[in-house]
């Protein structure tokens, strides 16, 4: 609107009384301004659907896969943070995908960070009701994905994704949030260990809240032991995940 009005006070003030007549391109770029307005509008109202809450409908079937898998009791999930150890040779995804499932469940909104074309994609994305912010190189901000359940995001910027998810966790006070994080070790092959380390003791800030579930993935055996001490440090709970499945190596 700022824009608009000193074009408007140019063109149609300045210049008329100087006794140029330059209004048509004045208009030209007001409606340039405008079109940008309306696109900017569009996308912002896209992005805040993005954050509300399941259409009532038939209720969902309440299943806890994940817990069972575990052999704990259904309600363990709230409020924890988990870091899960997996083994990339074998189908892990089973277990995010009952994550999810439980997490729906239990009345969670489930938000998915990963990239387009990946085992975690292609398992999670076709679950009704998990939301996906798909990484990518392709855009430099967030922007409405290729589907109605897909938000693309910036993935080597880290100070986007940490705003992302400080919006996801508080975008509904009231509401429950669970959030899959695909995958720490690209984070670290793509920014280094220490940028990573402070990104993700800046997430944990952020989604430390008893409205929260998380569980981050962690491949087993890429990294120095003592990078992956660090990083178990930030998180209460550890589970990994390989040939044996699923179970716990440090519970809270």
Known sequence: ??????????????????????????????????????????????????FEPL??????????????????ESGYLAGKKFLIEVDPSVAYEQALKDFSVESL?????????????????????????????????RVSYPTPGEQPNEVAVPQNDQAIILDVIDKTVHANPEGKVAIIYDNISDIILSAGFEETYKFLKQMNEIINDPRVNSLFILTAGAHPVENVSLI?????????????????????
């Open 232 to 252: 178990r440090s930030l998180f209460p709970v550890h589970i990994t995940y390989d040939s044996s499945g699923l179970r716990f190596t440090r519970r809270t």
């Open 55 to 72: 259409p009532r409908g038939a209720p969902l079937p309440v299943e806890h896969p994940f817990t069972k898998g575990l052999n704990i």
């Open 1 to 50: 609107w700022t824009g608009i009005g000193i074009d408007l006070l140019v063109f149609n003030g300045y210049l008329v009384t100087t006794g140029i007549d330059a209004t048509p391109f004045g208009y030209l770029i007001a409606s340039i301004i405008f079109g940008i307005t309306a696109g900017v509008f569009r996308r912002a109202s896209l992005l805040a659907g993005f």
């Open 105 to 137: 469940s239990d009345g969670f909104l489930v938000y998915v960070f990963t990239a387009r074309g990946g085992p975690v994609y292609s398992s999670l994305s076709t679950i009704l009701g998990v939301r996906l912010y798909v990484l990518t190189t």
